[in-house]
């Protein structure tokens, strides 16, 4: 049996799937995560190193903020410093930011760079 078993309810909708072990393991090592606390996650994040955010940041940019905007702010740089940190024209970044631009990959590379972050998280 290498293919997952599905149990429908009775409305015929899928309610269960059987898989096989080695998959289970598979998948439960990967969900230990899932399973810890917010401070167990917290630990282990910080343990991990990298940049951390405050939520007051990540609910701008759930709320759609433009993420240049929103990673410049948090930078505390102006549209100014980022415009000359990146080598664009400081009326160019406005426009990226007020989305009436989307900015080229080239630029966005620019951009990232200058504000320290990977181009994805700009995207």
Request: hydrophobic residues 45%; aromatic residues 8%; glycine residues 8%.
């Amino acid at each position: 049996m290498n293919k997952a078993q599905v149990i429908f309810d009775d409305a015929g909708r899928p309610a269960f799937a059987v898989i096989p072990w080695r998959e289970y393991e598979r998948l439960s090592d990967g969900e230990a995560e899932a399973l810890m606390s917010d401070e167990e996650l917290y630990d282990l994040a910080l343990a991990e190193g990298g940049e951390s955010f405050p939520a007051d940041f990540v609910d701008r940019l759930l709320a759609g903020e433009n993420p240049v905007r929103a990673y410049r702010s948090h930078r505390g740089m102006t549209q100014g410093e980022l415009a000359a940190a990146a080598g664009v024209h400081p009326v160019y970044l406005s426009q990226i930011e007020t989305g009436k631009r989307t900015g080229s990959a080239k630029t966005l590379a620019a951009i990232a760079e200058a504000l320290g972050v990977a181009v994805d998280d700009l995207i």
